[in-house]
């Protein structure tokens, strides 16, 4: 079955510096692929959409690559901030032509002041 | 205009009652999703509904339940708790077509003792 994967252990980054987040998956081949942010005890809000045919997507200071030969997706925020501080969860639809999307369990970011 | 509104916003119950949750959707959203959110299993899928009817359904046992009205507010029930039903359930809604995202409420935190 489909799998996805991102880093369990919490990013701990300086102000200022880019982070950098991981989404992997297997067994799959997905059309699309999404970005959320969630802060503790609320939903989850839609960040960025890449479709399998886009190598790379950009909002403000958020990058977004599609690697879908190295199944792979990585999620860059430059300048980060404190307020960027929040668990990110990449999201693929359900396979078997599903829209529904299925999310991994997310990565923590930490930026320090 | 008004987002994904669930209520109540938190819950205790006793093992063995039952619980009913509510989720008004984004207007002219007509696709309602129920997620479970615990920290041991991520954001795990229960059931999607599209005009009054449940298109899509996730791993989990009968005891729950949902449906939704003509006007696309869901209800989602769970009979006979158990401790283990202890988590933030979310609903999302959604254009339902491919490539839109999930628009999310702010969940409802159900503790079960």
């Known amino acids: 079955s489909q799998k996805i994967e991102q880093n369990s252990e919490a990013l701990n980054i300086q102000e200022g510096k880019t982070a950098t987040l991981t989404c992997n998956y297997t067994?799959?081949?997905?059309?699309?692929l999404q970005w959320y942010r969630q802060d503790p005890g609320r939903g989850p809000v839609f960040l960025l959409l890449i479709r399998e045919n886009e190598k790379e997507k950009r909002k403000e200071r958020l990058k977004v690559t599609f690697d879908t030969t190295l199944k792979q997706s990585l999620f860059h925020i430059t300048a980060s901030q404190p307020a960027d501080s929040a668990t990110y969860l990449c999201?693929?639809?359900?396979?078997?032509?599903?829209?529904?999307?299925?999310f991994g369990r997310g990565t923590s970011l930490i930026v320090h002041p | 205009k008004a987002g994904v509104t669930q209520t109540p916003r938190y819950l205790i119950k006793t093992r063995g009652q039952q619980v009913t949750l509510s989720c008004s959707p984004i207007s002219g959203h007509r696709s309602v999703s129920w997620y479970q959110q615990t920290p041991g299993q991520g954001l795990q899928f229960l059931f999607e509904y599209f005009s009054e009817t449940q298109r899509n359904k996730g791993n989990f046992p009968g005891r729950f339940s949902g449906r939704q009205f003509s006007n696309s507010r869901s209800e989602m029930n769970v009979s006979t708790l158990e401790l283990g039903d202890s988590a933030l359930y979310l609903c999302?809604?959604?254009?339902?077509?491919?490539?839109?995202?999930?628009?999310f409420g702010q969940g409802t935190r159900l503790t079960v003792v």
């Open positions: 999201a693929l639809p359900a396979s078997g032509g599903s829209y529904i999307p299925t």
């Open positions: 067994n799959y081949s997905p059309a699309y």
């Open positions: 999302a809604s959604s254009l339902a077509f491919a490539d839109t995202e999930a628009f």
